[in-house]
């Protein structure tokens, strides 16, 4: 975290940024200085960090739901103020605890918000931005992934309630989690018309957490795959019209994914800095890392890489803050930037050499974590698809 | 505001441009199972009411079941469509 950089950073984003947003970047560069970055070689040992306890600190200083009305814990603030969070989470050297945070914050948080009744946003929200109640995202199942339109689990009404029957995989934050968001399928109903998203606490009988699951990067996101067996749901802790659940989830990751992107611009932005750092101190054959040209133009390239990518999430959240369609440019971001963060991740290990390849180093723990940036909340592919379709590419 | 004819005639339009079909679709037609709509498609659907016709039916909450008939969906634009028209000419 090195404030010149941030500073250095800002000054072309005046468009974007106001002063407050700048307050609160600092705010939250303060904030993971002092509670987070002390313990992540010790959380990232674990394989766990206390989520909770950092969720509530967060809320005590008000800096979770920030979009999202004052009534029910927000700040309402706009769509850059969650930008910024993201960017800033984005430089913690544990990406597993800023997708934790994200999951609860940007993907099951305003899915309460934007489509949840002043009752389940007073039940659910309310705790969920004091950092009371933790939320866990179940929507992958084992044969669906980037495929939602694909999954299994079977929401059956019966009178009050749904009976809730199958297994997600893959859930984050599922050790940590008091309530499930749950993508399920209504039975004889067309996949596009016919989910719910429903919120399902984790103490209703029925269903079964799992161990951690241990993953090659993101070690401390609390993975575990979720099983559902006959539970009872009320019918009131439906998020959204019946049938609607899919379609309320596909327009949440479009905007997701510009959070995701945001993440892993500045993921990449912290490697470039610490990799010229590590280059002016690194002395080779007599000399300075950074004297070779070679190095100055490659890491002058990825940084133009990373700015291009950074101009990308601003327009498409821009496009998102003014109610536009964002379908095609997030996509576009998601895609650039996971692939972006890999790229950068590789080259900078390679210029940190040995040393970057031991367990505790930062690089390396970035060079893991990137990786899943192509695969999750919506792989490469996926972000392909969706572009050649919009694109009309076949046609 | 458009007519009702119209209305139809650019829905159908918007439907068909979607999966380049050309398709005459009736009242009681599922358009998503006829035409083998996949999530991107129903994405494109909804861009494509909203830019024409200024309906938010990802902001609006509406009842899903408007798109599993063709009906259904026009009824839903036109209904939008005048309740828009009448709030307008009240200001």
């Known amino acids: 975290m090195n404030p010149s950089v941030a500073t250095n950073q800002e000054k072309g984003q005046s468009g974007y940024f106001s002063e407050s947003h700048l307050q609160l970047r600092e705010e939250l560069q303060s904030f993971i200085r002092e509670e987070i970055l002390p313990n992540v070689d010790e959380w990232e040992d674990m394989r766990e960090y206390p989520l909770r306890s950092i969720l509530q600190k967060l809320g005590e200083r008000r800096l979770l739901g920030l979009r999202y009305a004052v009534q029910y814990g927000g700040q309402d603030r706009d769509i850059f103020s969650h930008v910024v969070f993201a960017e800033e989470l984005g430089r913690i050297p544990s990406a597993g605890i800023s997708m934790s945070i994200i999951i609860h914050n940007d993907m099951v948080a305003p899915l309460v918000a934007n489509y949840g009744t002043h009752e389940q946003c007073e039940k659910f929200l309310v705790p969920g931005l004091r950092g009371d109640v933790i939320f866990g995202h179940a929507v992958s199942e084992a044969s669906a992934g980037s495929d939602v339109a694909g999954i299994k689990m079977t929401a059956v009404a019966e009178s009050d309630h749904y009976r809730l029957d199958g297994v997600k995989n893959v859930v984050t934050n599922g050790q940590e989690a008091d309530v499930f968001c749950v993508l399920a399928l209504l039975p004889q109903r067309h996949p596009l018309t016919g989910m719910v998203m429903l919120m399902v606490p984790r103490d209703l009988p029925g269903v079964e957490v799992s161990e951690a699951i241990p993953m090659m990067g993101h070690r401390t996101a609390s993975v575990t795959s979720v099983t559902f067996n006959e539970v009872r749901v009320p019918i009131t802790y439906r998020i959204g019209r019946e049938g609607a659940g899919f379609l309320s989830q596909l327009n949440q990751f479009a905007q997701e994914h510009i959070i995701s992107s945001c993440r892993a611009t500045t993921m990449a932005d912290e490697m470039l800095r610490l990799t010229a750092e590590h280059c002016r101190r690194r002395i080779t054959f007599a000399k300075p890392l950074i004297e070779n040209q070679w190095v100055q133009f490659k890491l002058a390239e990825l940084r133009a890489d990373v700015e291009l990518c950074r101009q990308c999430n601003y327009t498409a959240a821009t496009i998102w803050k003014e109610q536009g369609d964002v379908s095609m440019l997030s996509a576009m971001a998601k895609l650039q930037s996971s692939r972006l963060v890999r790229k950068v991740s590789d080259e900078c290990l390679q210029l940190f050499g040995k040393s970057a390849y031991l367990e505790h180093h930062q690089i390396g723990r970035f060079y893991r974590d990137s990786r899943l940036f192509s695969i999750s909340t919506g792989s490469d592919e996926m972000m392909l698809t969706k572009i050649a379709k919009l694109s009309k590419i076949n046609e | ?91």
């Open chain 2, 1 to 91: 505001m458009e007519s009702v004819i119209d209305v139809d005639r650019k829905l159908n339009e918007i439907i068909n441009t979607v999966k380049g079909t050309s398709v005459e679709l009736a009242a009681n037609d599922n358009f998503i199972e006829i035409l083998n709509m996949d999530s991107m498609d129903i994405i494109q659907l909804i861009v494509g009411i909203q830019q024409h016709f200024g309906i938010d039916i990802f902001g609006d909450q509406i009842d899903i079941d408007v798109l599993n008939e063709y009906g259904k969906l026009l009824s839903y634009i036109e209904q939008d469509l005048s309740r828009m028209e009448s709030q307008g000419s009240e200001q």
